[in-house]
């Protein structure tokens, strides 16, 4: 599966829309784009994923470039419990899930 | 809640004790997951059931046993561990092995002194 890079951290105001980028310069046709977070002593959860369209459900909407080399997660309207970490993961189907160190996000009163 | 329940949620022992780890799914599904968190690492999988078949073991020590007795429950048995082993053990479950989607539990906090 592609290699994905991710910021290891960001700050994001209360209430404003939180972006996080992701890299995944790698990627096959075949493989997809995942995002999980996981809050402090929680197990991951699934936030959405996508192979080529936009995608956008209750939690997040996923933006995935033409050329599928990046994309960028957005929280429309951060809260204070979306305070976690984002994984940004890219496997085909079937594949083991594996986890990076992800992008530690602060949301900021 | 995401239908993925584990038991105990905190669990101290010593290197000598033997103790089990339980996860159950209420969601129906037919793949469930064993991973482990240690601290400023990234998750590793550690074994893999379909069907109550286990289908991967990742170079886990014989110390961690696991047993899939149906679909909807996972154990991990614990004998003579290490201080090294403590860490988070998270379970996951899925549709199948082959639908990505994996719902996690709250995870076990396992301290071993």
């Known amino acids: 599966d592609a290699k994905t890079t991710q910021p290891p951290s960001m700050d994001c105001a209360e209430g404003r829309a939180a972006n996080l980028p992701c890299n995944h310069s790698?990627?096959?046709?075949?493989?997809?784009v995942y995002w999980y977070r996981q809050i402090h002593s929680q197990g991951p959860q699934y936030i959405i994923h996508?192979?080529?369209n936009n995608e956008t459900n209750e939690m997040a909407s996923l933006i995935i470039t033409e050329d599928r080399k990046s994309s960028t997660l957005i929280l429309p309207h951060a809260t204070l419990r979306d305070t976690a970490v984002y994984y940004c993961i890219v496997k085909a189907a079937g594949n083991k899930l594996t986890f990076g160190g992800g992008t530690r996000v602060l949301v900021k009163p | 809640e995401t239908g993925v329940t584990q038991t105990p949620r905190h669990l101290v022992m010593g290197m000598t004790n033997k103790k089990s780890l339980k996860c159950e799914q209420h969601?129906?599904?037919?793949?469930m997951y064993w991973y482990k968190q240690s601290a400023k690492k990234p998750l590793e999988l550690m074994f893999v059931y379909s069907l109550e078949e286990r289908v991967e073991n990742n170079s886990v020590p014989s110390r961690f046993s696991p047993e899939c007795p149906n679909s909807s429950h996972l154990f991990l048995h614990l004998h003579t561990l290490q201080p090294e082993d403590s860490a988070l053990y998270l379970c996951?479950?899925?549709?199948?092995?082959?639908?990505?989607?994996?719902?996690f539990g709250p995870g076990t906090r396992l301290t071993v002194l």
């Open positions: 996508g192979l080529k």
């Open positions: 969601l129906g599904h037919n793949a």
């Open positions: 790698t990627i096959s046709g075949n493989e997809y």
């Open positions: 996951a479950s899925s549709q199948d092995i082959r639908t990505d989607t994996q719902y």
